[in-house]
């Protein structure tokens, strides 16, 4: 509500600001004259929340296109009426609907639901829903006067205009001359605007439905998927992280190329136990900082002291002499372990007798996953795979740009 009002305040003192401008322009004692030259001779008009701007520029296209192929958009304009006298027929019943529905006793149903802005609308997609608006309208009026000529009826002009915040077009035909032809050749007219308008979703149904075709050689697929947008401040976004753009081709080492791919990985990440990695035993101690296991947050076991975000603690299991199986823990850096071959046990490794299988310990919710991307290093994220999930899992698409 506070971000309606504030919108409402910024369009009612934008419109204020720009009438006081144009009524001291117009009052102004050396430049007034201009202003209302440049005005008259451009077709610009300002009023109280609303502009105008009129032209005849257009006339010799419309006489252009309105006298071509005579016959053949004869037809045309009559299959127009045709649609018209279906659309209004059906518009009827459909209000009918709605109004017996909102009447009835029942559990009430929405047959039509109107689009307001900051309701069920965003107020981000503002721009796209009354650019949408801008170009149906110029299409409808441009049908109208192109049907005009070709019924012999004079357009005089024609103009866009702004109403507070709805844009629109209008044409401006000769109404002697529109009274004057028969009842279907005005119909012709009428009904021009909205075939027009319906031959204009048709058109971009189609569009959007054959894009993948139509793009198909700017785009390779089947070979990993793209990151359209990532959640901001999500805990993979970053330098360091993920960003838009980035093409990822594994997660843990399971092939994403597809979607279905993706789905497919994170699901395997979420219900199965996590891989491990088959590191040297004197490597990994090597490089192991262990202190004593403490308790850390939410009451799990720890063996790092956390004074680095790179290291993770691993457990692995030593068999001694006696075949008895030792539990122990290595705090080390959490990239080179991920770069050695993937186990499940010890006996996965070669040379399993220098070679341990180490595995993230972690809490249960918790997991290691390993992004593989094409280029640059892979990303390694460690929190809750769901919340990863979030953050990009809708946000995909399986369309590469070759140069990738």
Not at 51 to 73: A, D
Request: aromatic content about 12%; glycine content about 8%.
């Amino acid at each position: 509500m506070l971000a309606m009002n504030a919108w409402f305040a910024l369009v009612m003192g934008f419109w204020s600001i720009l009438y006081l401008l144009d009524a001291y322009a117009k009052t102004h004692q050396r430049y007034g004259q201009r202003y209302c030259e440049f005005k008259e001779r451009n077709g610009f008009q300002v009023t109280m929340a609303q502009v105008r701007c009129y032209s005849t520029c257009l006339n010799h296209i419309f006489l252009r296109i309105g006298q071509w192929k005579p016959t053949l958009t004869r037809i045309w304009f009559t299959g127009g009426v045709w649609f018209g006298i279906i659309a209004m027929v059906s518009s009827i019943g459909l209000l009918t609907w709605t109004l017996v529905k909102s009447f009835s006793v029942e559990k009430k149903e929405r047959v039509l639901t109107p689009v307001m802005p900051g309701v069920n609308l965003p107020l981000n997609q503002i721009v796209y829903y009354f650019s949408v608006l801008f170009v149906s309208g110029i299409f409808h009026e441009l049908g109208h006067a192109v049907a005009a000529v070709r019924e012999q009826v004079r357009v005089n002009g024609f103009g866009i205009f702004l109403l507070v915040i709805y844009p629109g077009a209008f044409v401006d035909l000769h109404t002697d001359h529109l009274h004057a032809v028969s009842a279907i050749r005005q119909l012709r007219i009428y009904c021009a605007g909205i075939w027009h308008n319906f031959v204009l979703v048709v058109t971009g149904v189609l569009v959007m439905s054959t894009l993948p075709t139509l793009l198909s050689p700017m785009y390779v697929t089947g070979t990993g998927v793209v990151l359209t947008d990532v959640v901001k401040n999500s805990p993979v976004f970053g330098a360091h992280g993920l960003q838009t753009g980035d093409y990822i081709n594994a997660l843990n080492g399971c092939p994403v190329n597809s979607i279905e791919d993706w789905s497919r990985c994170m699901g395997a990440i979420v219900y199965y136990p996590a891989p491990g990695y088959c590191m040297p035993i004197g490597k990994l101690q090597q490089m192991s900082h262990t202190i004593p296991l403490f308790v850390g947050y939410g009451g799990h076991p720890e063996c790092c002291s956390n004074s680095s975000v790179s290291d993770l603690c691993f457990s692995y299991e030593i068999v001694s002499d006696a075949n008895n199986k030792e539990k122990s823990y290595s705090c080390v850096e959490a990239r080179p372990v991920t770069e050695q071959p993937r186990c499940q046990k010890n006996s996965d490794c070669l040379a399993a007798r220098r070679t341990v299988c180490v595995h993230p310990f972690l809490e249960k919710s918790t997991k290691l996953i390993k992004i593989m991307k094409s280029k640059g290093k892979s990303v390694l994220y460690v929190g809750d795979p769901y919340l990863f999930g979030h953050s990009g899992n809708s946000l995909i698409s399986v369309f590469i740009l070759y140069y990738i």
